[in-house]
């Protein structure tokens, strides 16, 4: 049948979880301002070393890295990170700033904001620099929560003041810190640091706001904070465990992976730390960490047996909290909401046979990397079967620019699976129990791995078992009416309904040899062939419930 040599079905199988776009994690990724595509020709600010060594300009305050007693320097950095690298700006005004999640703002909720730090060199390019703190950097006219503006500086960490300063409620939409820097020339920049942040740099040019951590790192920007603070609080973040899954017959070790800080006026002496599976108080642990906690994050990695904690196949829940410091000295907390972090992951004995690796490539047609990543993709697709493609369009990118093959199903996707970047590749994402949204056990661009796809792929899929084989097959096509009948089948292991409640199947139709507009490197092609794209979603955009089928026990004679 003629339809079949563009038409391709795939199938998906995830838990029978709600998934919402406004959930809490999704919307804690997404930020508000209208990011669009960078462009290849763009060259607006120049990465070199900063060259930072104290000032001796008169009349130039140096900001030192001490704290008042009533004080803290809040921000994606810390006053101890280097300021590694620097932009230089172009000449006139240049708006700069990063995202603050929310969540951990609200620990201060009471307190003020009296004004920002950020990190200059070669200041005496920079005129001027007003310090700012909003909800929406992107709103027209532009709304500051407070702001104040300074013209005078040195090199390394500055402070602004407001001229107001700003009570935080707790109650904060979103939250970015920023600076309008206005240079004399091109010679001035602003400091970056190596440290890894979700919109922990981002810029407007045009009118436009783009994400540049990518390709610059982080800003060295914070917020000053005072009021009433505790001498010891501690933060615990960015926990996670080496995988989702363990299966009984292998090794059985479990590694977690937690960050840890001070947050108070005090370095911490030492921390205790206590792991809980599954709210059992008999299924714990505890962890001493005999070093001094400061404001710059520390990590540890730890393997714990689970085979001596009793836990059956299905799904457990591991949670770590911090009790106190190791020589029962009494924390005094100003928030314990950030005190305990939690994993969820699964023991299962036998998995079943994968038929295809699905990858879904969330694209647009003036991404300028698509291209790339298409002829990657094919070139692997050439030397191996197993692989299903599914290329989602979306606008996500705004109006300007449109997608001729984007499906509104496309931001709901990206919304809830947490993503930032443009395009990103996804590898048998799945929904694992205890999560708000779909955990993907890893994302990344296909250009910047290219000589290591097959392996990244083959990884990937290591990480992620399947419960479930399921076969596809269009069992007729009526040529009148345009129907396609499909049938989907499949079998599940012993494991899936102790692991998940049920599954849903998600059916996918893409369509190859579509001829359209395609930004490349360097030019716009209006013939671009565009393959393997998502045209229908033949079910709920996040799968219809399975309905399972007991199998009719074999018949047998006594004799």
């Known amino acids: ?16 979880t709600t998934v919402s776009a ?36 008169s009349g130039k305050k140096s900001i030192s890295s001490v704290h008042k007693a009533s004080q803290l320097h809040v921000g994606n ?8 690298y620097s932009l230089a700006l172009g000449a006139g005004s240049t708006r700069v700033c990063a995202q603050y999640p929310v969540d951990l703002l609200k620990k201060y909720a009471g307190c003020k904001i009296t004004g920002v730090r950020i990190g200059l060199a070669n200041t005496t390019s920079i005129a001027s620099v007003e310090g700012w703190i909003s909800e929406d950097p992107s709103a027209t006219p532009v709304v500051n929560l407070a702001a104040g503006q300074s013209s ?6 500055n402070e602004i003041s407001f001229s107001k300063p700003y009570t935080i409620t707790g109650n904060e939409a979103d939250f970015y810190m920023g600076a309008t820097v206005d240079m004399a020339d091109n010679q001035g920049s602003i400091c970056t640091t190596d440290v890894s942040s979700v919109y922990g740099f981002l810029y407007e040019s045009n009118g436009y706001w783009y994400d540049g951590t990518s390709g610059y790192g982080t800003l060295a920007i914070q917020i000053v904070v005072e009021g009433n ?15 989702r899954y363990y299966k009984t017959s292998e090794n059985d070790s479990l590694y977690f992976y937690v960050e840890f800080s001070s947050s108070g006026i005090k370095d911490i002496p030492s921390l205790l730390l206590q792991g809980v599976f599954d709210g059992d108080a008999t299924k714990s642990f505890q962890l001493a960490i005999n070093e001094t906690i400061t404001g710059q994050s520390s990590a540890l990695k730890q393997g714990i047996k689970l085979s001596e904690f009793g836990l059956e196949t299905g799904q457990h829940s591991l949670v770590l909290r911090a009790l106190g410091t190791a020589d029962g000295t009494a924390m005094s907390e100003g928030s314990t909401d950030d005190d305990a972090v939690a994993s969820a992951f699964a023991i299962y004995s036998n998995g079943a046979t ?22 990657i993709l094919e070139r692997m697709m050439s ?22 093959n984007a499906l509104p199903v496309a931001i709901n996707y990206a919304m809830s699976y947490g993503l930032n970047m443009v395009p990103t590749m996804l590898v048998n994402r799945f929904m694992m129990p205890g999560y708000e949204t779909i955990d993907l056990p890893l994302t990344f661009n ?65 369509e190859d040899n579509l001829l359209g507009p395609q930004d490349c490197p360097y030019a716009m092609h209006d013939d671009y062939v565009h393959n393997h794209v998502l045209r229908y979603v033949a079910t709920a955009d996040f799968g219809d419930e399975i309905t399972w089928r007991m199998k009719t026990p074999p018949s047998t004679t006594s004799t």
């Open 77 to 84: 950095v810390t006053d101890a990170t280097p300021l590694a």
């Open 22 to 57: 406004q959930s809490s994690i999704a919307n804690s990724r997404k930020a508000q301002i209208q990011l669009v595509p960078s462009m290849a020709s763009q060259q607006l600010f120049t990465k070199q070393e900063a060259q930072l060594s104290p000032s001796t300009t």
């Open 446 to 510: 296909l250009v910047g791995y290219s000589g290591y796809v097959n392996e990244i792929v083959n990884y990937i899929n290591s990480l992620s078992p399947a419960f479930c084989s399921l076969t596809v097959k269009p069992t007729s096509y009526d040529e009148k009416s345009g129907k396609i009948t499909i049938e989907v089948s499949g079998t599940r292991t012993g494991d899936f309904n102790k692991i998940f409640q049920n599954g849903a199947v998600t059916l996918y139709l893409t």
């Open 152 to 157: 005078t500086f040195e090199e390394g960490w």
């Open 1 to 16: 049948m003629k339809i079949f040599k563009s038409l391709m079905v795939v199938a998906a199988l995830s838990a029978a």
């Open 383 to 404: 030397t191996r079967s197993d692989i299903a493609p599914v290329f989602i369009h979306g606008d996500f990118f705004g109006e300007e620019f449109a997608d001729q």
């Open 354 to 375: 994968r038929n295809k690796i699905l990858m879904e490539v969330f694209c647009n047609q003036y991404s300028q990397t698509d291209s790339l990543e298409t002829e």
């Open 229 to 243: 603070l505790p001498d010891y609080d501690v933060t615990l973040s960015n926990f996670s465990t080496d995988g």
